[in-house]
Nanobody
């Protein structure tokens, strides 16, 4: 079981990036998926998630209206489209999955998720 995140980089404020997370060794269709981000010395925070059952999506207030999470089960890949990026979006972004169907209140708890990607760095700076 492996998750491989990619797509990070340096972008100017107002720019866009699309992160990808390729899953291997299991069927992504049967998993709930999420993106988290983390700054050094800070706790990992939930950015967005999709529940496997009803495909409910949730977004952190800080990214609502700017970020879009999606999944392509056929390709086994999770995406995070990030638009109108701000300097405060700078962080290492992680993808995560669980075979469970978490309740709404736990979708942004790191302990909900079993498998994690290695992280990809996003830097928003002029």
């Amino acid at each position: 079981v492996q998750l491989q995140a990619s797509g990070g980089g340096l972008v100017q404020p107002g720019g866009s990036l699309r992160l990808s997370c390729a899953a291997s060794g299991f069927s992504l269709d049967s998993h709930s998926v999420a993106w988290f981000r983390q700054l050094p010395g800070q706790e990992r925070e939930g950015v967005s998630a999709i529940r496997r059952g009803d495909r409910k999506t949730v977004y952190a207030n800080a990214v609502k209206g700017r970020f879009t999470i999606s999944r392509d089960n056929a390709k086994g890949t999770i995406y995070l489209q990030m638009n109108a990026l701000k300097p405060e979006d700078t962080a290492v972004y992680y993808c995560a999955t669980t075979s469970g169907n978490p309740i709404y209140s736990s979708m942004f708890q790191p302990t909900t998720y079993t498998y994690w990607g290695q992280g990809t760095l996003v830097t928003v700076s002029s």
